[in-house]
């Protein structure tokens, strides 16, 4: 079946550093979503990538899709503590299902 | 609106007994999913319905779990008997368009089977 992996699995940041989590589908995705999850709370969702190569920019959030639509990435400039959670990928294989399948996670630690 | 509703937020069984978790989701949204997330095994995606018919309960890990739909305002996701190892946090999200379009998760049911 279709599997989606992140990594890095942990990311340990100080305030003000970069961070970027990478996707990865073993299929080509119709469309690629990111989520945020906060420490006990519930994902909550940030954006949705859908054409090959897209890039799209959310303050000091940056998200690219992959021109194979296999892959995509998610970068944040000079974090804050804010920046803390677990961000998941997300999509919906190619072949005309509605499944959203998640990727692994990336957790995020920010050192203040 | 008061987005996707679950109840209870917490459940404390003992290993055996029947466990029922239920959802309300967003008005006029016409998906709705059922998801557990363990450290283990991350977010998985038990069940999910269309205008309340099941399409896809591959996810569901056995026949102990069962997923109704009565309405459109109304989810059940039951489990019976209970072991430990579905304890887990139990999340229900509703949206417009399937995968397609933006997820709205619920605060979760944190599920302890003793």
């Known amino acids: 079946g279709q599997q989606v992996m992140q990594i890095p699995q942990y990311q340990h940041v100080q305030e003000g550093e970069d961070f970027t989590t990478y996707c990865n589908s073993s299929?080509?995705?119709?469309?690629i979503q990111w989520y945020k999850q906060r420490p006990g709370g519930h994902p909550v969702f940030l954006i949705q990538l859908v054409k090959s190569g897209e890039v799209k920019k959310q303050k000091r959030l940056t998200f690219q899709f992959g021109e194979a639509k296999k892959n995509s990435s998610l970068h944040i400039t000079a974090t804050q503590t804010t920046d803390v959670g677990t961000y998941f990928c997300?999509?919906?294989?190619?072949?005309?299902?509605?499944?959203?399948?998640f990727g692994t996670g990336t957790r995020l630690t920010i050192i203040p | 609106d008061a987005g996707v509703i679950q109840s209870p937020r917490h459940e404390v069984t003992e290993m055996g007994q029947e466990v029922t978790l239920r959802c309300k989701p967003i008005?006029?949204?016409?998906?709705l999913f059922w998801y557990r997330q363990t450290m283990m095994r991350g977010l998985e995606l038990l069940i999910y319905f269309n205008n309340n018919v099941p399409i896809d309960d591959s996810g569901m890990p056995e026949d102990r779990f069962s997923a109704k739909m009565p309405n459109a305002s109304f989810s059940t996701l039951k489990i019976q008997p209970s072991e430990p190892r579905d304890s887990a946090v139990y999340f229900c999200a509703s949206s417009l368009r399937g995968g397609l379009s933006e997820q709205f998760f619920g605060p979760g049911t944190r599920l302890t089977v003793l």
């Open positions: 008005s006029g949204h016409d998906y």
């Open positions: 299929t080509t995705l119709s469309n």
């Open positions: 997300a999509g919906v294989a190619n072949f005309g299902n509605e499944k959203l399948t």
